[in-house]
C-alpha cells in the first residue's frame, strides 16, 4: 500500500454517514473510493453540485457537470445544482460537515498553509480559506516530509490558509490531533514507530501512553 | 421583449478599458462565443473579474494569451501558468480573492449593499489593508462591492424577455454576476419563445439582462 | 372623475415601456388601469413576483400566487418567481426603475413619511424603506391633505420612512417635484388654481413661470 | 433519506421558548399543518422571526391568538391587529425590521457572515442603536444575523433527501430561513422519490433539512 492509499483509507475512517462532505482535488479526492458500501454520504463540489457522482462512461460526459478540477463527473440521484453563492453559504455557513483538505505546511497552533509558497507558486487560494474558516470537520492529509523535510513545524513560515485549528492531520506515517496545548499524536503509520514520527516532525508532539497503529 | 444579437456585435459594444464579470469555472459555463469575439476584435486593457482564468486555449484563457487583459481579480490562477507569467512580468496585475468573499462582494454589488462581513480571510494575507469588526465576540473582515461595467453571463437556456436557466456545474457565478454588471449581456445555448418557461425555474429574471446572444446552433 | 382617478391617471404618465414596477397596495395599485396599451412593463410584487398579472377569473385562483397585499392574481408570459431575498435585491441593487407608494406626510427636503404614526398605528415598515432607498424612481401618490389639514409640509413630524429625496408627488391637486433647494410645482389637477395648492400645502412651493394643468 | 413524519410528532420537537424562523407572507408559503399543531399543543412564549403575522385565523396569526407567541420580529404586522393588542398590552414584544434587511440579517446567520451593510434605514428609527459604516462616500447600517432555534419551512415538493421545490409567491422566505435554522423542519405539499426532481429545479438542497413532514394529502 502506497502513502496515497494509506492516508485516504484512514481519512475515509473519519466520514460518518449521510453527511455533506468536500474533497480536495488530489490526494483527498482519492478518500471517496475507500468509503464502506453502507456508508451513504453526499460530497459537494464547490463549482455547484451536492450530490456528485464518479465518472461517466466515455461518451456520456455532460460539459456542463465537471468536479472543482475541471473533470467530467455524474451526479446521484438526489443530487442538487447550486450557485457559488450557494456553494460557499453551506461551506462558510457551518452547512458542510466535513472538508479533506491538502496541506503544504500546519504547526502546533494547528494552523494550515496551503495556498501559496512566495516568489515560487502563487495559484491562489480559491474555496480553501472558506473551507478552513468554515466546514465543520476540517481533515488535513497530506504525505509526512517534503523530500524529506518536515511539513509539520513548530510554525508555519508560509502564509497561512486561516487562523483556526483544524480537526485532524492525516499523512502515512500518523495520526496527529491538534488539540488546546499543541499537536497530540493519535496513531502510527503501519510499521511507523514513535521515534520515527518524531524525527520527520518538526513540531513537538503530545504523546499520552500507547500510540496505537492505524487499523486500515 | 429583446432582439437576439450576433456575438462579434456584442463585442462591439464592449470598449477597451473596460471592466467584466464573467462567468465560469474552469472555463465551464463561461460565456464562449462572447470571449471568441472579443480575441478577434482585438480588445485591449480589459480587467476581468471571475472565478478562475481556466487553461491556455480554453475559456478566459484565450482572453490571457490574447494580450486582452490588463488585470484579474480571481480567486485562482493556478491552472493558468501563462496568467502566473504575465503576472511575473508585469503585464498582469493580480489580485486574488478567497472565492467565497469573491462572489459575496459581487453579490454585494448587485443587491445593493455596501459590504459584508466575512470571517474568511482573518489572521492571514488577506486581511491586509481591510477593516476588522467584531460582531457577537467574533472577528470578521469587512469587504466590499465589486461591481463589474459588463457582465458576460453563459445560461442554458433563455427567452427573448431574457430569463435564463442554467445547468448544473455551469450555474456558478453566473447567476449572481447577472445582478452586478451595469450592462448584462446573456449568452444561452438556446432561445425559446416567452411563456415557455415556467416562472418557478427562472433563475434569473429578464428584467436584468440587457443584451441577449443568439442561439448557439 | 374622483380624485384617486386623477392621481391614478397622472402617475401612469409617469412610467416608461419595458422597466420594473413596484405598486404600493391601495391606491398605487390603481395605477395599472390607466397604462397605455402600448406600454409595456413588467410589474414586480414584493412578495416574489415578476410579471403581476390581473385578478384570475373565479374558481381559478392558486393560493400559492397573491400580490403583496394578499389579492389573488395571475403572471403574464415571461414571469419569474423569485424568493425574498432576490425580491429586495432588486430593489436595493437599483434594478427596480420605478416605485409608486403611499404618504401620510412629505416635506421640503423631499423626505417621505409612511409607515407609522407613534401611539396610534405601528403596521411596519414591510417594504417600504427599501423602495424608497433603492429604486430609481420614487413616485409618492397621495390625496392633497388628510381630513382638509396639509400632508406636504416644512418637516415631517412622524417617523421617516428614509433619508432620501423622492423623485416626484403627485396627487389630485397638484404635481410637485423635490429639487435641490425646495417643492417645484410642476402641474395643477384639474379645476384647480395655484392659489389653491399653496392654501393647501404648509411646505413653501417653488414655482417658475406659468403652471400648466395636468393632460389626462 | 428521511422517514416523513406527522406534524404533531414534529411540533413536539420543538420547545416553549424556542425561536422559530416561519416562512410566509400573509399566509402564502406558510407551514399551516406545523402551525396548526403547535396550536393543538399549546406552545407557549415562541419567538417569531417572519416578514408578518398574516391576519387572525390565517397562518402564524393562528400563533398569535392562540397565545403561543411572547416575542415577533417582523417587517409588517399591520393586517393583524390582535399583534398590535398584544404589543399594545405588553403580551408581545415587537421589533420591527424592514423587509429587505429581515431578509438578509437571516441570510447571513444562514451563510456564515457577520453581517451586512445597508442602505436601508439610514436617517429613519431603525438606526437607533446601530452602527453606521462609510463606504465609498456612501453610509451604511450594518445589520447582524439572525437565526433561529428551528427554521418551519413550507415547500411545494420534496424528495426523501430533502431537497425542496417551491411555487411561484409561496417562496418568499422559505429557501433563505432553510439555511438559518439549527433545526429545520419541511412541511411540503407532496414528496417523491428520490431522483425525481432535477438537481437543476432544487432551490434548497436536502442536507439542509432535518426533518420532513408527511405530505399533505
Redesign the interface.
Known amino acids: 500500500m502506497d502513502a496515497k492509499e494509506i492516508i485516504a483509507r484512514r481519512v475515509a475512517q473519519e466520514i460518518q454517514p449521510e453527511t455533506l462532505v468536500n474533497l480536495g482535488i488530489g490526494l483527498p479526492s482519492m478518500v471517496a473510493n475507500f468509503l464502506p458500501k453502507d456508508v451513504h454520504v453526499f460530497f459537494q463540489a464547490e463549482n455547484g453540485v451536492i450530490g456528485l457522482g464518479a465518472r461517466p462512461p466515455e461518451g456520456m460526459e455532460d460539459p456542463d457537470l465537471t468536479d472543482a478540477g475541471g473533470g467530467f463527473v455524474t451526479a446521484v440521484p438526489g443530487a442538487a445544482s447550486i450557485d457559488s453563492a450557494m456553494s460557499f453559504g453551506l461551506i462558510r455557513g457551518g452547512h458542510l460537515d466535513t472538508t479533506v483538505l491538502g496541506g503544504l505546511q500546519i504547526d502546533e497552533r494547528g494552523y494550515l498553509a496551503n495556498w501559496m509558497i512566495p516568489g515560487k507558486m502563487v495559484p491562489g487560494m480559491g474555496g480553501a480559506m472558506d473551507l478552513v474558516a468554515g466546514a465543520k470537520q476540517v481533515i488535513v492529509s497530506m504525505v509526512h516530509t517534503a523530500k524529506g523535510k518536515p511539513k509539520i513545524l513548530h510554525e508555519c513560515n508560509l502564509p497561512l490558509t486561516a487562523q483556526r485549528r483544524v480537526s485532524l492531520i492525516v499523512t502515512e506515517m500518523a495520526v496527529i490531533e491538534p488539540v488546546e496545548d499543541g499537536l497530540l499524536l493519535k496513531e502510527t503509520g503501519p510499521g511507523v514507530t514513535v521515534d520515527d514520527v518524531i524525527s520527520a516532525t518538526e513540531a513537538n508532539l503530545i504523546i499520552r501512553g500507547e500510540v496505537p497503529s492505524m487499523q486500515l | 421583449m429583446k432582439q437576439a444579437i450576433k456575438a462579434d456585435a456584442a463585442a462591439d459594444l464592449i470598449p477597451d478599458g473596460a471592466s467584466l464579470l464573467i462567468g465560469g469555472?474552469?472555463?465551464?459555463?463561461s460565456p464562449h462565443r462572447l470571449i471568441d469575439a472579443l480575441v478577434a476584435r482585438e480588445a485591449r486593457d480589459l480587467t476581468v473579474i471571475a472565478?478562475?482564468t481556466a487553461?491556455p486555449g480554453t475559456g478566459i484563457g484565450k482572453l490571457i494569451t490574447s494580450g486582452c487583459v490588463s488585470k484579474v481579480i480571481?480567486?485562482?490562477?493556478?491552472?493558468n501558468p501563462e496568467t502566473?507569467q504575465k503576472?511575473i512580468s508585469g503585464e498582469i496585475d493580480?489580485d486574488?480573492v478567497?472565492?467565497?468573499?469573491l462572489?459575496?462582494r459581487i453579490?454585494?454589488?448587485?443587491?445593493?449593499?455596501?459590504?459584508?462581513?466575512?470571517?474568511?480571510?482573518?489572521?492571514?494575507?488577506?486581511e491586509e489593508g481591510k477593516q476588522s469588526?467584531t460582531?457577537?465576540g467574533?472577528d470578521?473582515l469587512?469587504e466590499?462591492?465589486l461591481a463589474g461595467d459588463f457582465a458576460l453571463i453563459a445560461a442554458?437556456q433563455a427567452?427573448?424577455?431574457g430569463?435564463l436557466?442554467?445547468?448544473?456545474?455551469?450555474?456558478?457565478?453566473?447567476?449572481?454576476m447577472a445582478?452586478a454588471g451595469k450592462t448584462v449581456i446573456a449568452e444561452p445555448h438556446t432561445i425559446v419563445p416567452?411563456?415557455v418557461i415556467s416562472?418557478?425555474?427562472?433563475?434569473t429574471?429578464?428584467?436584468?439582462i440587457d443584451h441577449l446572444l443568439e442561439r448557439a446552433h
Chains 1, 3 share one sequence.
Open positions: 469555472f474552469m472555463g465551464v459555463g472565478n478562475d487553461m480571481a480567486s485562482h490562477i493556478g491552472l502566473q503576472m493580480v486574488l478567497p472565492q467565497g468573499t462572489v459575496e453579490r454585494a454589488a448587485g443587491v445593493g449593499l455596501g459590504g459584508i462581513l466575512t470571517p474568511t480571510g482573518i489572521g492571514t494575507l488577506v469588526i460582531v457577537d467574533k470578521y469587512l466590499t462591492p442554458h427567452d427573448y424577455v430569463n436557466e442554467y445547468s448544473l456545474t455551469a450555474h456558478n457565478f453566473n447567476p449572481i445582478m416567452v411563456g416562472p418557478d425555474s427562472v433563475k429574471p429578464g428584467i436584468l
